[in-house]
């Protein structure tokens, strides 16, 4: 046999690829990512705003100068993580970056489907505060639980979570379907439980619905439902509030008297990404410090990197104070994914019925 009989000429290898890249659900294009230095990347993330600021302060001003075609998978995290673990046994998934909560993370790395990262990779990490390096993901942003309201419509203003879920607001207040975990650890904590335990929680939702609550899908909703007054009150990321008054929504935060339960969002790498390395090309463009510095410009997120700049005005607007910050409380992480199931379970089929 000759040794063109059996060897595939580079062409007809990334053919071949290609055609096995098909077969395996693989996005078009994926076998690119081995046939040059950046290659394409496909990110799992949330749709919206930060979707859109994905693409405004990462891919297009640090990625896409170096040759790598970023594509965005956007969906909910629930069918993201689903997809990954319907994948797992695959040699190649379908996405090389997955954006997820902490919470998330865990989850995903309990269940074996995620990488260890490879912190010499990212050059960047060498400015990563401590709190944001997991073995298994980085974080990206992060904020605090807090109490929001229209001061038009709401007076005395709330101090706590306690006050947010008082059934007195009726179909003033609202709540936000997609952050089901961090609202009941907000109503577990309003009912004198804790982030361990949200059982407490749910007897002061189910008050509020029967009080009318309102439920949005989105946080987009949920600011629309806030600009239009339709809505009062509610709990969300600081973050997202000094987004909002951005925009010009009537709104205001408050700390709660419980605490501030904290939120990580972050990214993670698949164990079968077929672009490991554009990967964490795109894991360590996010911790740029020029990055950060627009998230939290645009988004009210606190940069995850020391060195990051951020004008005193914002940084009061969207950090918190020294005493606030000793009541920020971070989820137990291994609580949420041995009961998410159950949780998302009665969300939906008691809360929401």
């Known amino acids: 046999m000759s040794k063109r009989d059996w060897s595939l000429s580079r062409r007809e290898a990334l053919k071949a690829f290609g055609l096995a890249a098909g077969a395996a659900g693989l996005p078009?294009?994926?076998?690119?990512?081995?046939?040059?230095?950046g290659g394409?990347?496909?990110?799992?993330?949330?749709?919206?705003?930060?979707?859109?600021?994905?693409?405004?302060?990462?891919?297009?001003?640090?990625?896409?100068?170096?040759?790598?075609?970023?594509?965005?998978?956007?969906?909910?995290?629930?069918?993201?993580?689903?997809?990954?673990?319907?994948e797992r046994r695959l040699p190649r998934g379908t996405s090389d970056i997955q954006g997820l909560s902490a919470a998330n993370m865990y989850e995903m790395n309990e269940a074996g489907v995620i990488e260890q990262i490879d912190y010499g990779k990212l050059p960047n990490a060498a400015n990563l505060l401590p709190q944001m390096k997991y073995p298994y993901g980085v974080g990206h942003i992060y904020s605090g639980k807090v109490a929001v309201y229209n001061p038009k419509l709401i007076n005395p203003a709330p101090t706590s979570f306690k006050d947010v879920f008082d059934p007195k607001h009726g179909n003033k207040h609202g709540i936000i379907d997609i952050q089901y975990q961090y609202v009941m650890a907000a109503a577990a904590l309003a009912a004198g439980g804790k982030v361990s335990d949200f059982?407490?929680?749910?007897?002061?939702?189910?008050?509020?619905?029967?009080?009318?609550?309102?439920?949005?899908?989105?946080?987009?909703?949920?600011?629309?439902?806030?600009?239009?007054?339709?809505?009062?009150?509610?709990?969300?990321?600081?973050?997202?509030?000094?987004?909002?008054?951005?925009?010009?929504?009537?709104?205001?935060?408050?700390?709660?008297?419980?605490?501030?339960?904290?939120?990580?969002?972050?990214?993670?790498?698949?164990?079968?990404?077929?672009?490991?390395?554009?990967?964490?090309?795109?894991?360590?463009?996010?911790?740029?410090?020029?990055?950060?510095?627009?998230?939290?410009?645009?988004?009210?997120?606190?940069?995850t990197v020391t060195g990051a700049t951020v004008a005193p005005d914002l940084q009061k607007r969207i950090g918190f104070t020294a005493e606030e910050q000793k009541r920020l409380v971070d989820l137990d992480y291994g609580y949420i994914a041995k009961n998410d199931q159950a949780l998302k379970e009665w969300w939906d089929k008691v809360f929401k019925a």
Request: net charge neutral; charged share 25%.
């Open 199 to 303: 059982e407490p929680g749910k007897a002061l939702l189910l008050e509020a619905k029967k009080a009318g609550v309102r439920v949005y899908p989105t946080n987009e909703a949920f600011a629309q439902a806030l600009k239009n007054e339709e809505i009062g009150i509610g709990v969300m990321w600081k973050a997202r509030v000094v987004q909002w008054q951005n925009a010009g929504i009537s709104v205001e935060s408050v700390a709660p008297a419980e605490g501030l339960p904290m939120y990580v969002s972050g990214f993670a790498i698949p164990k079968n990404a077929p672009n490991k390395e554009g990967a964490y090309a795109y894991m360590n463009a996010m911790l740029d410090k020029g990055a950060q510095e627009n998230f939290a410009i645009d988004m009210g997120y606190n940069p």
């Open 40 to 86: 394409r990347v496909v990110v799992g993330t949330w749709g919206g705003d930060y979707a859109r600021l994905l693409a405004k302060n990462i891919e297009d001003p640090l990625l896409k100068p170096k040759g790598y075609e970023v594509v965005q998978d956007q969906a909910g995290d629930a069918p993201r993580r689903a997809k990954m673990l319907a």
């Open 28 to 37: 078009l294009g994926a076998e690119r990512a081995f046939a040059q230095g």
